[in-house]
């Protein structure tokens, strides 16, 4: 192995830390506005779909975004992507102490939280990371993605802490200081591009067999009869069933346990643990089961998971049951983000993984702010939301369909020849 060859490997694991400590912080500000949910509320006199509005513009926002930032990925780099989301994060958590009206806290959301912030982080990191790994990129992308995950379980119980003690604008601006000093430091490590495919491949061939002597597991390549175009819009509409049913329990766990007798702090832990699964799915599964048996195999795993979890939810008949079902359900939707960047790295090609991944990722978006809104419309009329989970299962069991199609038409690409 060449001295290039061991400083780009030894550097990719900068980038991968680095990667997953952005989204982890970043992420701060999509549980900031749930914590705070019902001091805005009550501050200004709004009803809770103001606020509640607010958290689905910033998913909007960073699909929409996403897609942009994606562009620029592929053109130039992931190296001003990073800045633009500190600077969006860190100027849209003192923006909104100022807010006085609805249109103001909607704009500081979609426009900063939403389309600089997590348009900058999630889809293009995951994207841009999968350039830096050929063998184990489900491993890599789970890494990264876990971020967010990671992010559920730290950061609300430090904002609850604070909004109690000292109140939510100075929560806002707390966070707005602790991101920027962490992120601010971090974008220097973009700054370094990722190899070409080749430069890659030539690396990673280097690194001989592991420390048993073992032949490394082949770089995962795939490809189907369809064009990159359509196999492009089927996984924008197969993102969509599972992201409705993905939505119930997200926005909705919490309020259902409370329903169902619970305590807040007791639907809280519930919620917690759903998230630590998600965590767990992340770090460990999503590389484990994308990288042995292939990303579309991993989907349809955790999709299946996911859609059994929710139509069960519908049934849960004590607290033992209803923890195990959000544990479940945190294991299968962990899985399911992530698995679509492999996905798109799988089967289509790295340079355009950044604006491909960003589009898929703004229908997931689009799916999760309408399965939001309409667990909670249902339990308006109905209420109860077996209904909800009802629907949320009928279009898991479209994402199922879809992607079991995919997989009859998928199969090994032909290896490429790779010149020194």
Known sequence: MTVNHQSFLKFRFVVLLGSHSMIFVGSGSLFLIAITLKDLASEFGWPREVPSLAFSLQFIGGGLGGIFMGYLLDRVGAVALPVVATFAVVSGSILTTLVHAEWQLFAVYLFLFGFLGQGSLYAPLMANISRWYDRRRGMAVGIVSSGQSLSGIIWPPIFTLIVTEVGWRTGFIGFGIVAGAIMLPMCLIF???????????????????????????????????????????????????????????????VSFGTDFGLSLNEAGWIFSAMLTAAFISRLIFVGLLSDRFGSLWALFCFSVLQAAMVIMLANADSVFFLLILGIGFGLGYGGIFPVYAVIIREYMPPKEAGRRTGIVFLFGAIAMGIGSWMGGAIFDVNKNYDLAFLIGFAANCVNLLIIGALLTKARPAEPTEVVA
């Open 191 to 253: 700054v370094r591009k990722p190899p070409s495919a080749e430069q890659l491949k030539l690396a990673e061939e280097a690194e001989g067999p592991d420390k048993k002597g073992r032949a490394r597991r082949p770089a995962r390549n795939s490809t189907t009869n369809l064009s990159y175009r359509q196999l492009q819009v089927v996984l924008c509409v197969a993102i969509i069933g599972c992201c409705v049913s993905m939505a119930l329990p997200l926005a909705h766990l």
